[in-house]
């Protein structure tokens, strides 16, 4: 979902090529000054990255080394100078998508998932629903936050025959937050306003990520912008979900939809590989309170919940990574 999951998903499914492809804007400002790349990275990373991109060692077990290391040579703290500063901070947002932030109720034991944009009807409401339905189950406690005063999720949730945990809040998250995270909740999905209110910024601040829907036309692209910004300015993992796609053609994805992603692609935003496609199952299983996996289990609509919602364990579980490397680092120093 965010750049270095895409890398290891195409390298799992053999495109290392692609892979190497992708790894280059990471460090493509260090690839043409080998002596700022060697102060950053030092010798050791900056020598086996050079061997991976020029194909001496392409595979999938360097390729997780090395985004592992990138990342926390990234991260590393050290009296440096502002410009080799900049040039971490850089690599790490360019090729991720986000920074760390140490203070995060996103912990290993509950993660808080914020769907936001500016646009509306771009789909936070219809994906924390169905992700919430997907995910939740007896053993593994949700937490659904419906912070839109339209009210879309609670609504839903009203519809269920078995009703997900759910809180209705405008202000107050950390407090709901920190409960939910005394109660034992793993997952807590907020839906806000489509504004970048004082409720919308307070959610993002306590996201272990935040998803920003976009449908792929030209206003939804210019709206994801304001969003991407405030995530970035206050250090927030964030990735951009394609929804409400036209459907593909023989597993070839429609011109709209290849436009918007390398529109994003341009301004290095992290985007899921996938696509939510606008399917009536979407529609008709909100309007009998159930998620698309519930609706039809063996449905295409269900199948894309799936691959979404395993982009995201994937992120999460890579965000987790870097934010324990960055401890250990500060630690050890």
């Not at 990275?41 to 077990?61: K, P, Q």
């Not at 997780?64 to 040039?87: C, G, H, N, Q, Y």
């Not at 932030?101 to 996103?106: A, I, L, M």
């Not at 919430?132 to 936050?145: D, E, F, G, Q, Y």
Request: charge should be positive.
């Amino acid at each position: 979902m965010l750049g270095g999951v895409d890398l290891v998903d195409w390298a799992d499914e053999g495109d290392l090529e692609r892979a190497a492809v992708r790894i280059l804007p990471v460090v493509g400002q260090f690839i043409s000054n080998p002596s700022l790349m060697r102060i950053i990275l030092g010798n050791d990373l900056s020598g086996r990255l050079r061997a991976f991109i020029e194909g001496r060692d392409l595979t999938v077990e360097t390729l997780r080394k090395l985004l592992s290391d990138l990342i926390l040579a990234s991260v590393r703290p050290s009296a440096e100078s502002a410009d080799i500063r900049s040039a971490r901070f850089n690599a790490k947002h360019h090729s991720l998508g986000y920074s760390v932030q140490p203070e995060s109720f996103g912990s290993s034991s509950m993660n808080v998932l914020v769907f936001a944009s500016r646009k509306g009807g771009s789909g936070k409401s219809t994906l924390a629903a169905h992700l919430a339905a997907h995910v939740h189950k007896p053993s593994r406690p949700c937490l659904l936050i419906d912070g839109d005063p339209q009210g879309s999720l609670a609504l839903w949730n009203k519809l269920r025959n078995d009703s997900l945990p759910l809180k209705s809040a405008q202000r107050g998250f950390a407090e709901l937050l920190k409960t939910a995270k005394r109660d034992g909740v793993e997952w807590v999905f907020i839906d806000t306003a489509p504004n970048l209110s004082a409720s919308v910024t307070d959610a993002i601040r306590c996201a272990t990520l935040a998803i920003i829907p976009c449908r792929p036309g030209v206003f939804d692209l210019d709206a994801v912008k304001e969003t991407i910004g405030f995530a970035s300015q206050v250090r927030v993992p964030y990735a951009v979900v394609i929804n409400a796609a036209p459907p593909k053609r023989q597993d070839v994805e429609s011109p709209m939809v290849l436009q918007a992603r390398n529109s994003l692609a341009e301004q290095r935003i992290p985007v899921w590989g996938g696509q939510i496609t606008q399917r009536a199952n979407f529609s008709l299983s909100l309007a009998e309170g159930e998620g698309a996996r519930e609706y039809e289990a063996a449905s295409q609509a269900a199948a894309e919940i799936g691959r979404l919602w395993l982009g995201i364990e994937r992120s999460v579980k890579a965000i987790h990574g870097v934010r324990q490397g960055a401890a250990m680092h500060r630690v050890a120093a």
